[in-house]
Structures are given as structure tokens and as C-alpha cells.
């Protein structure tokens, strides 16, 4: 198994019994950062206005030490007052049509491989969930566990409803989803691309960089993890 570039894919997957597979999504499974491109095309088409650009942006700069702690992604206000109902259609249309072209080939064709193998695959990111749901649509996952918007009254808050599957919240969710699979998170895989993702690399049994940035490689790289090539994601 192997892609038009050379990376051979082989001898990644493990001879040990099938277990859970977490699969990281932007810088992962896609080639881009699925909400960078989001709030990008909600703003095209007017569904997001100039006065909520500044007021996210303005979010960040009032709050530089939960920038640090929780990585960029953490502040979601750009949905508030949102129409539930808008958003979802307009997240599906628009990963649909735009996301699923960055899919990276060679990533899908090994979850499909691991799920044809009897792993139980699991799409763990920090996206929004319509996103990770659409871009999984036609993939065989059977969990998505991601972001979820949180909505009052039909229209969106601004915050999560739930955990951010993100650092090392995502141990948490992890060892949850194992818990409920009776199975331990050590015989598991962990598929990511960012610093971030190295908590729960670091957990499961058989971890794999894909796409690594400087961070996450030098750390794959000491520790002897496997590592599939590509370019990384620039988020900035």
C-alpha cells in the first residue's frame, strides 16, 4: 500500500491484534486547516460580517495566555448569534465541496486498510463536528469525536458544548472511547501532525506522525515513532 509519492504504507500497520485507531484531521487526514478556511469562506459569503472578524481577532489579543495553553483554535466567537440551523448547512456545503478536495489520499487509503483489518476507527480532532462529519462522509469511521458548537434558542453561543478534543484532552476522550470498547489505550494507534497531537502519540501503543511540524518531529524522531512524509499544515 503506498501513494503516488513514494511513502510506502506496508509496514505501518501493525501485526498485533486490531485495536482503536484515533485519526487527527486538519494537518492529518487533510492537507489544510479546516476552520482557517471556514471562517475564510463565511466571511466571502456574508455569513460572518467585518465587525465579528475584528471582534474574534480582538478575542485573541485579550486573552494571549489561553492563546498559549489551549492552542489558536480554542476561541470559536466568531459563530455567536449564529442561526444554528444556517451554520450546519452552510459547514456540510462547504466541507462537501472544498474539504474533501484536501483530503489526503494516502491517509484515507490507510484508515480504510485499518478498518478492513477489523480497527476500529476513530476521527479525534478539534474542528467543529459538522466539519469533521462531512469530511468523513464515505470514510469508515465509526466514531467522530470533535468539536461541538454549543446553541441557545436556535442560534449558536460562541462556546463548546463539551470538551475540546485538543492537547491532552484528548487522552481524556481517548481513554473514554476505550473504556467503553473494553480494550487498553496502550493497544492502540494515534495518527496526528502537530505538537499537540504528542499527548496522546505518546499514549497509545503504536504512535505514527503524519505530516509532522518541527515540534512533533523532533519528538517522533528521538522517541523512534514512525513517521509518514508530507508537507505540514502552516496554521498562521
Known amino acids: 500500500m503506498s501513494d503516488p509519492t513514494g511513502r510506502t504504507l506496508t509496514g505501518i500497520l501493525p501485526e498485533a491484534s486490531p485495536a482503536a485507531a484515533f485519526v487527527d484531521l486538519d494537518g492529518t487526514l ?3 486547516s479546516s476552520e482557517k478556511l471556514f471562517l475564510e469562506a463565511l ?3 456574508g455569513e460572518l460580517s467585518r465587525a465579528g472578524v475584528l471582534s474574534f481577532a480582538a478575542n485573541y489579543l485579550t486573552h494571549p495566555l489561553r492563546t498559549i495553553s489551549e492552542g489558536r ?5 466568531y459563530l455567536r448569534r449564529m442561526f444554528g440551523v444556517r451554520f450546519r448547512e452552510f459547514a456540510a456545503e462547504f466541507a462537501g465541496n472544498e474539504l474533501a478536495k484536501a483530503v489526503r489520499p494516502w491517509l484515507a487509503e490507510m484508515v480504510i486498510a485499518l478498518s478492513e483489518a477489523g480497527w476500529k476507527t476513530i476521527l479525534m480532532t478539534a474542528s467543529l463536528e459538522p466539519l469533521a462529519s462531512a469530511v468523513a462522509e464515505g470514510l469508515p469511521f465509526d466514531r467522530i469525536v470533535a468539536s461541538v458548537p454549543e446553541e441557545n434558542d436556535g442560534r449558536l453561543t460562541g ?4 470538551p475540546r478534543p485538543w492537547g491532552r484532552e484528548k487522552v481524556i476522550l481517548a481513554q473514554r472511547e476505550c473504556a467503553g470498547m473494553s480494550m487498553p489505550l496502550d493497544s492502540c494507534m494515534a495518527l496526528g501532525d502537530s505538537s499537540s497531537d504528542r499527548h496522546l502519540l505518546e499514549s497509545c501503543g503504536y504512535p505514527i506522525a503524519v505530516c509532522p511540524d518541527r515540534k512533533l518531529r523532533a519528538i517522533a524522531s528521538e522517541r523512534s515513532w ?3 512524509e508530507g508537507r505540514p499544515v502552516r496554521w498562521a
Not at 483554535?73 to 466567537?77: C, P
Not at 462556546?159 to 463539551?162: A, D, M, N, V
Open 30 to 32: 487533510l492537507s489544510v
Open 159 to 162: 462556546k463548546l458544548s463539551g
Open 73 to 77: 483554535g480554542w476561541n470559536r466567537s
Open 43 to 45: 466571511y466571502r459569503a
Open 226 to 228: 514512525a513517521i509518514l
